[in-house]
């Protein structure tokens, strides 16, 4: 069974930072995409990064010059470094991978979210 853990939330001031980290583990055959959404109160889930098994990115308009992605696969872990964070990155933020995984076909798996509060 494949789980996702994530850790490093907290709450911070604005224009603080924090790195969230979520590792992956279970019977992995190989990991695609991972990625980072987040969810704030009373609204959809959103994107905010993405990273390919070849270190590709892709970041959320609102997140460009402020976070960065990456990756580490050994063990199968996304990192998200946050800077100069915004109270209006309040949101609890969840881990994503599209994993393979034995025997089950190949599908997302979401972390159980982490809450990040920036105050203002």
């Known amino acids: 069974q494949v789980q996702l853990v994530e850790s490093g939330g907290g709450l911070v001031q604005a224009g603080e930072s924090l790195r969230l980290s979520c590792e992956a583990s279970?019977?992995?055959?190989?990991?695609?995409?991972m990625g980072w959404y987040r969810q704030a109160p009373e609204k959809q889930r959103e994107l905010v990064a993405t990273?390919?098994?070849?270190?590709?990115?892709n970041y959320a308009d609102s997140v460009k010059g402020r976070f960065t992605i990456s990756r580490d696969n050994a063990p199968n872990t996304v990192y998200l470094q946050m800077n100069n964070l915004k109270p209006e990155d309040t949101a609890v933020y969840y881990c994503?991978?599209?994993?393979?995984?034995?025997?089950?076909?190949?599908?997302?798996?979401w972390g159980q979210g982490t809450q990040v509060t920036v105050s203002s």
């Open positions: 990273i390919t098994s070849r270190n590709f990115t």
């Open positions: 279970g019977t992995i055959f190989s990991i695609n995409s």
């Open positions: 994503k991978a599209f994993i393979v995984a034995a025997p089950f076909p190949a599908k997302d798996y």
